[in-house]
């Protein structure tokens, strides 16, 4: 467990690194809302179709193991700034960035932005559109921290609820918020970036394997047999191979 200095007011991103070969680029992962890179991740990426990769698996700022500040606003954009300054910080160019559900939708503003930074992008059932936010939509955010962040634990589920009880109850409300009417729709960014792009997908889940615009770009969507949104989880060796099957064939972009 490390950390790294991002701002604002001296914050503090976690991180969980595994050593791994230097003639190859780093894995970066981003955890959804409400959850923890290292809880999701560490048991695909330890499988051995990704043995031997040096692995980085940050926490946004509010949650997991990172500082909870309360001046951030908590916004995709937000998370991918403070990812970009984490990785400018650990000398990483060139990384192959797996980013599931809200992390997806940071990673793809992160290869926006930053592509020096990301060399091939993996999205887990990414989050790309606005949807309906009904766990926070009834709140204040004073009222949420009062009470509505307990009573949305007990509804979760166990699974959910493990890391989601370890952010910060104002990180949640206001990165649900951000994932709701007023989140920049991505679609058309997710098409337009230049590096190699990959989709995983659940067979429970099934949204993306037939749209045709990924296919019209390029853009190969993986199964993961017997899983659905948390499919690291559900089935983390078939995440770990579809990790594999993306970026097998696709040279890892020089850094830069």
Same mark, same amino acid.
């Given at each position: 467990m490390k950390h790294v200095e991002v701002g604002p007011?001296?914050?503090h991103l976690g991180y969980v690194e595994i050593d791994g070969r230097a003639d190859l680029p780093p894995l970066v992962y981003l955890h959804g809302l409400g959850s923890s890179s290292a809880v999701y991740f560490a048991g695909s990426a330890a499988d051995p179709s990704l043995a031997?990769?040096?692995?980085?698996?940050?926490? !946004?700022?509010? !949650?997991?193991?990172?500082?909870?500040?309360?001046? !951030?606003?908590?916004?995709l954009s937000e998370h991918a700034e403070t990812a970009a300054r984490a990785l400018d910080l650990l000398g990483v160019r060139g990384a192959?960035?797996?980013?599931?559900?809200?992390?997806?939708?940071?990673?793809?503003?992160?290869a926006e932005r930053r592509p020096d930074l990301v060399g091939r992008l993996v999205l887990a059932e990414p989050s790309l559109r606005p949807s309906p936010r009904p766990r926070?939509?009834?709140y204040t955010e004073q009222s949420y921290v009062d009470g509505g !962040?307990?009573?949305?634990?007990?509804?979760?589920?166990?699974?959910w609820a493990a890391t989601m009880r370890l952010a910060s109850p104002v990180a949640m409300y206001r990165s649900e918020h951000a994932l709701?009417?007023?989140?920049?729709?991505?679609?058309?960014?997710?098409?337009?970036l230049p590096m190699p792009r990959a989709i995983i997908e659940g067979d429970q889940s099934g949204w993306l394997h037939d749209d045709p615009q990924l296919r019209a770009a390029g853009i190969d969507?993986?199964?993961?047999?017997?899983?659905?949104?948390?499919?690291?989880l559900d089935n983390p060796a078939g995440f770990a191979q579809a990790v594999a099957r993306a970026l097998d064939g696709v040279a890892p972009v020089p850094a830069r």
């Open positions: 007011d001296g914050a031997g990769r040096r692995v980085l698996m940050l926490d !946004f700022l509010g !949650f997991g193991i990172s500082d909870r500040p309360a001046s !951030f606003g908590y916004t192959d960035v797996i980013g599931h559900s809200m992390g997806g939708g940071v990673a793809v503003l992160l926070v939509e009834p !962040f307990a009573t949305v634990l007990d509804e979760v589920g166990l699974t709701g009417a007023t989140m920049p729709v991505l679609d058309d960014v997710l098409l337009a969507v993986h199964v993961v047999t017997g899983a659905g949104h948390t499919l690291m």
